[in-house]
Structure formats: structure tokens, C-alpha cells
């Protein structure tokens, strides 16, 4: 028997988890990460906690591992994979002031327009003088990954495209290269590629066998898509979490800067994708997680509420409506608790909605089925209002661990 283990490097802790031949999960673990952190001592101790924390006979026999990482977590490393200076986060957004220069030179929509793109980092550390030290810029799943096969450089396209890689023509673009600091731009390879096998002392710190491959990583959100099993033209997943998160699988790229949405290749596919500031965060204000429960099991999903709202925690949205000072509106408030929670959650749903609608609008495949993932997926009321205003099937995810979608993509090879 084989074994496959997928590593999930997410905002608050890490997962491991491992598969089989057959794809079903043998061995599940969890770490959760300080407040404040040295992140370049907190990830490895959590890698070795993690891999350590698998039993030994399922280490001796594991094929390949894959790890995930947030995306647009960075560092500059030396020739040696020694960082030259502490990560810049996901959404650090200190590199504002290069974000001009990256305005000036990259296309109108591109998605490293952002002050917490990876390539916005890259150039503020070229401000700070930073890359003057430093052989390569690694992802945060490229390090970890580095740890493990010691070879230097090398990262993937889904981490790769808020560097500013071309995932249309799967090269970096003339106007990246013409910068003073593209000799530290990393080699990308596609997710899921086989980099090397693990060290010698990694063999011996793990149990290891010294044919064990590592893969190429990918993005957490990515690696969440991979789980849901999701593989054809039209659908999609929603994550029903603190924010509204839509994905959907589309044959061709859609790109709309001002609204977050952005396409990663997918294999031969485009996942395509925006957030709206709606979701579970506005419920929390108002209900408990018991109430939540108690109080759905009063609503007739069939009905409409004949209430309309746009739920927000506070002002601004970007995603399917762009209006940075949009108010939240949450009356008129019925007195039934009940009646309110039904108009937010068929509220949600509209905006569920028109989040597909606008993809679809930018060119996207239309939608076909719709797998649920988060905390919100448990909502059986919430899943019959969404699948009677999407109109089309709405689907429990069977699995929405990133952990468990890197360990497939350890095994496939790919997506």
C-alpha cells in the first residue's frame, strides 16, 4: 500500500493529511499557530510536528507530498534557502508604495495590481534594498517545500501568477523580465510536478523512504477547490465562511482587477473566481451558532421571505457589486427572529447569485452544479433557499479540507 500526504499551511495553523491508493484518508493532524510569530521557526516546527505527528508505518511507505501555502505569502531567500528577511503575509499590505511602479508596468487588468500582490512585495523590498542580498523570491509553500528536497528556486503557477507569471502562455512576460530584479523570479513548474525526493537528513528526521517525491505545491483556496472533486466545465464551489467565496471552473480566463476576479489555470481549464464581503460574519453579529441552528429549523425554505437586504459587517463591497462605501442594509428587521434570519439567507443567496451571473457576464462557463464548502455547508434550510434561487443543483462538498486537495494532487501529479 501507498501513501500520499498533503501539508496545509493556512492563516491560523497547518494540517496534514494522508491518503491511500484508494483516496481515502488514513491519518488526519492539526497544528495551530501563535498570535505573533517568527513565521521562518513557526513553519518548519509545524512541518516537523506535522509529519512527525503520522504514524511511522504510513511515513515508511508515503510515495509523494504536496503543501499548500496562503497566497502572496512571500520571502526572499539566500543561495541556501536562508531567509534574507522576515515573510511578508498574504495580506501585508506595507508594499503600498511600489504599488505605482507596478501600475505603470503591468496590463490594465492583471491581478498583481493589488498592494498585497506577491510582485508589489517584491519591488517594495527592492525600495528597501532588501534584494541586493538575496538569490530568489520563494512562496511560502515553495520554502517549505525547499525544506524538504533542497532544491532552491522553484514554484508553481497558482503561486506564481500574483508574481506576475503568464499563465496563458506559461512563461514570465517581457515587461516582468525587464526588471532589475527578475533574476530572483523562481522557475515555475505546473502543480503537482514532481520537484525531487526528499534529502537525506529529511529521510532520517521522517521515516521517509529515499524515493519519496515532492510535488509542487499550490494555494490553499486552490487546494480546497481540489478537494470538492470538481474536474468539468461549469462547476462550481461556494464557501459559505466568514465572506461569500465563489469559484467556478470555466473553459476560457476571465479577469476583472476592480472586482477581484482573477482566473488560475486548471489543467486545461480556467478556475475563475470572486469573494463578496457578505457570509457568516454578518450572521455571527446577530444569532449564536445555536440559534443559527434552531431558528433555521423554522424556516420553509420553499417561501420567500419577501425581505430584501444586502448583508454586510461594515461598509464596503468588491465582488459581484463594486462600490467600496456600499452601506449595509439590513431593515426593515421583522420582530420573528426567525423571518429575519430567513431574509438574510435568501439575501446571501441573491448575491450568490449574481456573483455567478457576473462571471458568467465576463465570459465564464455558466454554472451547472454548485458543491458547498465552510461552516455554512451544514445549513441544510440555507442549501434548499440557495438551490431554489440558484436554480440549479446545490451539492455538500464530500470533502473541503485543502489538506486532503493537496494530498490528490500529490497523488495525481496534477489537477
Known amino acids: 500500500m501507498n501513501f500520499y500526504i498533503g501539508l496545509d499551511f493556512g492563516t491560523s495553523g497547518a494540517r496534514a493529511t494522508v491518503i491511500d491508493d484508494a483516496c481515502l484518508i488514513v491519518s488526519e493532524g492539526q497544528v495551530a499557530f501563535p498570535d505573533i510569530a517568527d513565521w521562518t521557526m513557526v513553519w518548519p516546527e509545524a512541518l516537523n510536528s506535522l509529519l512527525n505527528g503520522i504514524p511511522l508505518l504510513l511515513r515508511q511507505h508515503t510515495r509523494r507530498i504536496a503543501i499548500n501555502g496562503t497566497s502572496s505569502t512571500v520571502l526572499l531567500c539566500e543561495e541556501d534557502g536562508g531567509p534574507v528577511v522576515a515573510p511578508l503575509l498574504y495580506n501585508d499590505t506595507r508594499g503600498r508604495s511600489a504599488l505605482s511602479e507596478v501600475e505603470a508596468i503591468a496590463p490594465p487588468e492583471h491581478v498583481v495590481r493589488s498592494a498585497t500582490s506577491s510582485l508589489t512585495k517584491l519591488l517594495w523590498w527592492q525600495q528597501q534594498r532588501r534584494t541586493q542580498y538575496a538569490h530568489v523570491l520563494l512562496h511560502q509553500a515553495d520554502w517549505l517545500g525547499f525544506l524538504l528536497h533542497g532544491q532552491i528556486g522553484m514554484t508553481d503557477y497558482h503561486n506564481a501568477l500574483k508574481l506576475g507569471y503568464d499563465v496563458e502562455q506559461l ?245
Not at 457578505?278 to 423554522?298: D, M, N, P, R
Not at 437586504?309 to 467600496?324: A, D, H, K, V
Not at 440557495?386 to 451539492?395: A, D, H, K, M, S
Open 171 to 415: 512563461e514570465y512576460p517581457d515587461w516582468l523580465m525587464s526588471l532589475d530584479c527578475s533574476p530572483l523570479l523562481p522557475r515555475v513548474v505546473p502543480p503537482g510536478t514532481p520537484v525531487g525526493t526528499v534529502t537525506s537528513s529529511s529521510c532520517d528526521r521522517f521515516g521517509l523512504p529515499a524515493d519519496c517525491v515532492v510535488c509542487a505545491g499550490t494555494t490553499d483556496s486552490i487546494a480546497a477547490f481540489i478537494a470538492s472533486g470538481a474536474s468539468q466545465p461549469g462547476q462550481a464551489v461556494t464557501s459559505l465562511g466568514s465572506t461569500l467565496v465563489l469559484k467556478l471552473l470555466s473553459q476560457t480566463p476571465v479577469n476583472e482587477s476592480q472586482s477581484g476576479v482573477y482566473s488560475h489555470r486548471y489543467g486545461n481549464l480556467w478556475l475563475t473566481g470572486g469573494a463578496s464581503n457578505t457570509g457568516g460574519a454578518v450572521l455571527k453579529q446577530f444569532f449564536s451558532a445555536e440559534e443559527l441552528i434552531a431558528l433555521s429549523g423554522q424556516i420553509d425554505p420553499s417561501q420567500d421571505s419577501g425581505l430584501d437586504y444586502y448583508p454586510l459587517s461594515q461598509p464596503g463591497e468588491r465582488f459581484p457589486i463594486n462600490e467600496p462605501n456600499l452601506e449595509p442594509c439590513l431593515e426593515p428587521r421583522p420582530s420573528e427572529a426567525q423571518n429575519f434570519l430567513h431574509g438574510l439567507l435568501e439575501s446571501m443567496a441573491r448575491i450568490e447569485r449574481q456573483g455567478y451571473e457576473r462571471l458568467v457576464m465576463l465570459g465564464a462557463t455558466p454554472v451547472g452544479t454548485v458543491c458547498t464548502a465552510g461552516g455554512g455547508a451544514k445549513n441544510k434550510t440555507w442549501q434548499q433557499i440557495r438551490q431554489r434561487i440558484l436554480q440549479v443543483p446545490v451539492l455538500a462538498s464530500p470533502q473541503t479540507e485543502a489538506a486532503f486537495g493537496t494530498a490528490m494532487l500529490a497523488k495525481k501529479q496534477g489537477v
